[in-house]
């Protein structure tokens, strides 16, 4: 990789990194909330609507926010996007109410939508696009896995109800990053009419199956897993299990992201998200069949290479790159909000492994059509700078 190429990707690194300061308070309230509900007045029937919300949010708000971005840049948007998301992280800390909680829970998805289609719109720029994409999906889970990792320590320190504040100010390096993006130049015009949403094809069904699978119901049922196929398990051990493995699914993405990328440019991106879906089943199915360990590894293992990759084979040959991935991200969404409401209903369902083999089934299914109908290419993608 030239000099040229390092010192471009200052922009989508800035991005990312701005991206991953501003998701301190998002990233912790995941394992926070369910513990902590009644203490900060929401009722449990909630959590999991306040949990999921931001989600169904980003399936609008995807949308709107590619047209966004042309007139104003990816810069201008950014920039107001992060400080929406430090404000909703100091916002739950005075959320007393259900319904406050759901405004800046709303806040947090519309600045999560704006903050990674502008990341994915400067990668797009670089000529190494597999690498660049790799780069700043790795960076952005910097922040996410340094809150699960600090907070908790934060709360023998700091009230529970005020632990969101002192997330917030670690959140401020946020808005410098963003400051510092560069100008964009007039690629995003030319997208303002497209249309953002239509019939998922074959690659974003499978977006959309994976998203269920992975983003949605394993992150959700992973701690019963391990219960469901060792009844002796104590729930102490099985809790501190599935935060572990959630914890390194984010750690995969970090690291395996910019590998993944960098083997793209080089093989072909269809080739790395062809083989990253076939291992990532294999793992499904080694879960299921009740080697959970071995199967959170692979399946969190190859699916960071995937969801790393995956806007490179969208935006591959279409005019307009960033409103592709804007669709494929809208899908992508849909699949973790809807996964995420049917784990919590198999949460204790004797069906669970039922309702995760269909899913296999059909992802694999999907994988077959899209191999048949996909050419996949013999030249290296993205070597020759184009």
Not at 15 to 44: E, K, M, Q, R
Not at 206 to 211: E, K, P, Q, R
Not at 341 to 359: M, N, Q, R
């Amino acid at each position: 990789m030239g000099n040229e190429n390092i010192v471009g990707l200052k922009a989508p690194a800035f991005a990312s990194l701005a991206l991953a300061f501003a998701s301190f308070g998002d990233a912790f309230l995941y394992p926070y909330l369910p513990l902590h509900s009644t203490t900060v007045g929401v009722p449990v029937m909630w959590v999991g609507v306040l949990l999921s919300i931001n989600r169904f949010v980003r399936i609008v708000s995807n949308g709107f926010m590619v047209p966004l971005l042309a007139p104003y840049g990816l810069r201008v948007v950014l920039i107001f996007a992060v400080i929406t998301a430090v404000g909703s992280t100091a916002g739950y800390a005075i959320s007393g109410t259900v319904w406050v909680w759901l405004f800046f829970r709303i806040c947090w998805g519309l600045a999560f939508s704006a903050m990674r289609i502008g990341t994915l719109g400067y990668a797009l720029q670089q000529p190494g696009k597999g690498f660049a994409l790799g780069l700043t999906r790795s960076l952005q889970e910097v922040g996410p896995i340094t809150a699960l990792l600090v907070s908790p320590l934060l709360l023998s320190e700091v009230s529970p109800d005020q632990i969101f504040l002192v997330l917030a100010a670690f959140s401020l390096p946020a808005i410098v990053f963003a400051w510092q993006l560069p100008l964009t130049d007039d690629r995003t015009e030319a997208i303002r009419n497209g249309k953002l949403l239509q019939f998922p094809s074959i690659l974003n069904s499978i977006t959309l199956l994976f998203a269920i699978l992975i983003d949605g119901i394993i992150v959700v049922v992973l701690g019963i897993l391990f219960i469901h196929y060792d009844s002796d398990i104590p729930l102490m051990t099985a809790t501190a299990l599935a935060a572990f493995y959630l914890g390194y699914r984010r750690v995969c993405i970090m690291l395996l992201s910019p590998a993944g990328g960098w083997l793209a440019d080089r093989i072909g991106l269809d080739r790395v998200f062809v083989v990253s879906i076939v291992f990532a089943i294999a793992g499904l199915v080694v879960l299921i069949l009740g080697w959970v360990e071995m199967g959170a590894v692979m399946v969190f293992t190859f699916y960071g290479v995937n969801v790393a990759i995956t806007p490179g084979s969208v935006a591959r040959g279409k005019s307009h790159s960033l409103a592709a991935v804007a669709e494929n991200a809208t899908w992508r969404d849909i699949g973790a909000a809807l996964g995420t409401l049917i784990g919590g209903f198999v949460l204790t369902s004797k069906g669970l492994p039922v309702t995760l083999a269909t899913g296999v089934f059909a992802l694999t299914v999907l994988l077959v059509i899209y191999i048949g109908k996909a050419r996949l290419p013999r030249h290296i993608y993205g070597s020759s700078g184009h």
